[in-house]
């Protein structure tokens, strides 16, 4: 689209950016919930969906924050095994530490794609885009028996592990969106300029999974659809009131589904009106989801990412609305005035 057409924003000190950030955990992310056969298609197909998301990201200029878990580093068993941490998370719940299951892991990369990350992490690299902390283990930071102590641990071998390859993190995203301000007092004491906070809606709110109900599950799945909480833009005022900045992340991209395809165009319509909000605002729109997420019906998949970038791409040109990653906004931010 041509200059001439460019519509200027009101009040130019107004930054706002089109960010996304991927939850890079493979069956580190959800071994507490799927047994490995029950969602092996959705995990094996992510050695496909990101290098196809990277592509779509690169026709369109764009650069991701994805979070990766420590564990994902790796790309042998020995080195795992003799990088993980004294102190780990004591959860009343067992099930819960990773650690329980690392029977489960193979001897590398080559022989087990659901453990190791370290090749696509490369890839992600090479390519551009931010890399972030998911946390060392997927540490859940408010389930019951862990403590403070041993999310710090955590959080100094997920630096470590980073640091080994040359990886600097400033950003991070909490497994699970569950912190407190403590949580974010230490990440700030470590480094850390930006995290993934949640929408201001109590739909959204940290909890224990315990405490989530089924009709929250069911609200939040029909708020995917239809606007029930909002459109969770966030004013630039308002992430520069949290230490470190708070890129609140605005909609979960859910996965394709064949069962609910006759509701795709509500889902995309969706997230295309709250990015023209926010465009026309000045303010900030956060899109987050896993690569698993892209697992299976990834053409499916694929298609709807097209159209989101094609659709912020006229957002850009018209309203200045660029992308960002979390950590080039914080530096951003951290340049201007408050």
Not at 126 to 138: K, L, N, P, V
Request: with cysteine; proline share 4%; net charge positive.
């Amino acid at each position: 689209m041509s200059r001439a057409l460019r519509v200027p924003r009101a009040g130019a000190e107004r930054m706002g950016r089109f960010v996304i950030s991927l939850d890079f955990e493979i069956h580190w992310g959800v071994r507490d919930q799927w047994e490995l056969p029950a969602y092996q298609e959705n995990l094996l197909g992510v050695r496909t969906a990101i290098p196809a998301m990277l592509d779509t990201f690169d026709a369109y200029g764009v650069k991701a924050t994805v979070a990766a878990v420590g564990f994902l580093f790796f790309d042998r068993r020995a080195d795992l095994l003799a990088a993980l941490p004294a102190q780990r998370p004591s959860y009343a719940d067992a099930r819960l530490s990773p650690y329980a299951a690392m029977d489960l892991v193979g001897a590398d990369e080559a022989t087990d794609p659901y453990h190791f990350g370290r090749a696509l992490l490369g890839e992600i690299g090479r390519r551009g885009h931010e890399i972030a902390s998911h946390s060392f283990s997927h540490y859940f930071c408010l389930e019951r028996g862990q403590s403070h102590a041993e999310f710090e641990a955590d959080l100094d071998a997920a630096r470590a592990v980073a640091a080994r390859d040359g990886v600097g993190l400033a950003s991070i995203v909490f497994p699970r969106n569950q912190y407190t301000a403590g949580h974010l007092a230490t990440c700030a004491s470590k480094g850390f300029l930006a995290f993934r906070g949640n929408p201001r809606s109590w739909l959204y709110a940290a909890r224990r999974r315990d405490q989530e109900t089924r009709i929250e599950r069911a609200l939040r799945l029909l708020d995917a659809y239809v606007n029930l909480s909002g459109d969770h833009t966030a004013s630039d005022a308002y992430m520069r009131s949290f230490t470190p900045l708070n890129v609140p992340g605005s909609r979960f991209l859910r996965p394709y589904s064949r069962a609910l395809r006759l509701l795709e165009p509500l889902r995309l319509r969706r997230i295309r009106n709250s990015m023209t909000r926010a465009a026309r605002r000045g303010e900030t729109f956060h899109l987050w989801w896993h690569p698993h997420n892209f697992g299976v019906h990834t053409q499916e998949n694929i298609a709807v990412l097209d159209q989101i970038l094609r659709h912020h791409a006229e957002l850009r040109d018209r309203y200045d609305w660029h992308n960002a990653t979390m950590r080039q906004l914080a530096e951003q931010l951290s340049l201007q005035p408050a």
